[in-house]
């Protein structure tokens, strides 16, 4: 599996890692940072990771899809550091015989990555900043 | 016995790492949460506050060993 | 919407395509030919296409889903012609504001694109060839 | 009235495309199909056989215009 942080996402590096002649559907996930949250303008993000507790419980993730499904491959890249609206920041990936363990493990990793994975995004508006999720 | 602070907790405290004197006397992860709601009232706003112990997610219960790496973890925000 | 008949798959393509600064997600599903069937060697492919009528389907689809999910663009790209084992043959890509509508309107239209696009897989192996699914 | 073939059906009866003699009175779609069946058995040994109207699927009951631009869409096998 290739999991890690980055600067800035690749897709190509994803795609090229999750090829395999044996795997006939590849599902590919990116998130990207919208320019808009709650009705504010968002000029820029940053990300701030825990990085080896947030590789570790990626990894946790991926032994967990692994075992639920019938894989391939998988990738889990998460970009860190200040981004602006537009740019991706996440890509998952995953690669399988049938599209749907691709499809669902794909979006299994994506739901638990956002509830586990140690990293934090901070939303800049023109007037203000928030860090996301902190506040009920 | 030292904590890594990340997001908005390291905005909280102004500091990335933060040192609980050992007269404390924390020595579980419920204990460090209840003195950090006292030392940080901001701490208590948070919609949620985990404690990792080497980058594993920690129970109330779990015992604190200043050996290991401890951190906050406030809500995250990835993906 | 990017709808098209193709040679080469090209994966950036789709994705610059379907980024938009108003999509937080994007979702990609990248079909592949894979080196065995039903037990025997695949060693080439060829696929043709009715090209007016995968078309006009494919756009069929493009509106069922815009109709049935909110989503941002959309794009299905098809390759025809002769193919080797671990090419990609089918690119399907969704961006949508939130990764509900990206990951369903996604799978959707693969779904639904292997049971309506004139689109016919040959399939060669080491002695003798076969028009998937044309017999029962 | 001409009828392109794709796939196995242009393998079938070895054209891409077939012409349907006038005088076959070949008037709607169900009709097409028992003409096709007489003519190439190979055709009922196929999982499904579908006729196309000017690039949409057409249903038995519908009239076959030789302005329109018919195709046979035998099984398909994209993606």
Same mark, same amino acid.
């Given at each position: 599996?290739?999991?890690?942080? +980055?600067?800035?996402?690749?897709?190509?590096?994803?795609?090229?890692?999750?090829?395999?002649?044996?795997?006939?559907?590849?599902?590919? !996930? +990116?998130?990207?940072?919208?320019?808009?949250?709650?009705?504010?303008?968002? @000029?820029?993000?940053? !990300?701030?990771?825990?990085?080896?507790?947030?590789? /570790? =419980?990626?990894?946790?993730?991926?032994?967990?899809?692994?075992?639920?499904?019938?894989?391939?491959?998988?990738?889990?890249?998460?970009?860190?550091?200040?981004?602006? $609206? &537009?740019?991706? +920041? @996440?890509?998952?990936?995953?690669?399988?015989?049938? /599209?749907?363990?691709? !499809?669902?493990?794909?979006?299994?990793?994506?739901?638990?990555?956002?509830?586990?994975?140690?990293?934090?995004?901070?939303?800049?508006?023109?007037?203000?900043?928030?860090?996301?999720?902190?506040? $009920? | 016995?030292?904590?890594?602070? !990340?997001?908005?907790?390291?905005?909280?405290? &102004?500091?990335?790492?933060?040192?609980?004197?050992?007269?404390? &006397?924390?020595?579980?992860?419920?204990?460090?949460?209840?003195?950090?709601? =006292?030392?940080?009232?901001?701490? =208590?706003?948070?919609?949620?506050?985990?404690?990792?112990?080497?980058?594993?997610?920690?129970?109330?219960?779990?015992?604190?060993?200043? &050996?290991?790496?401890?951190?906050?973890? $406030?809500?995250?925000?990835?993906?």
């Amino acid at each position: 599996m290739l999991i890690k942080l +980055v600067e800035h996402i690749d897709l190509n590096e994803a795609y090229a890692y999750l090829h395999a002649n044996e795997a006939g559907a590849v599902n590919l !996930f +990116v998130g990207t940072v919208r320019n808009h949250s709650k009705g504010k303008e968002v @000029v820029r993000l940053d !990300f701030e990771a825990y990085d080896a507790m947030a590789i /570790r =419980q990626m990894e946790h993730l991926a032994k967990q899809a692994f075992e639920k499904w019938s894989l391939v491959k998988l990738a889990i890249i998460h970009a860190v550091g200040a981004k602006d $609206p &537009g740019t991706p +920041v @996440v890509v998952i990936g995953v690669s399988s015989a049938h /599209r749907d363990a691709s !499809f669902e493990a794909c979006r299994y990793l994506i739901d638990e990555l956002k509830k586990t994975v140690p990293i934090w995004k901070k939303e800049f508006y023109e007037d203000n900043s928030v860090w996301v999720n902190a506040h $009920p | 016995m030292k904590i890594l602070l !990340f997001g908005i907790t390291r905005e909280i405290t &102004g500091q990335s790492r933060l040192t609980v004197p050992a007269n404390a &006397g924390i020595t579980t992860v419920k204990a460090l949460k209840v003195w950090l709601a =006292q030392q940080y009232p901001a701490m =208590q706003g948070l919609t949620s506050l985990a404690v990792a112990v080497d980058n594993e997610y920690a129970q109330d219960e779990d015992v604190l060993n200043p &050996g290991h790496e401890i951190a906050l973890i $406030p809500p995250v925000s990835g993906g």
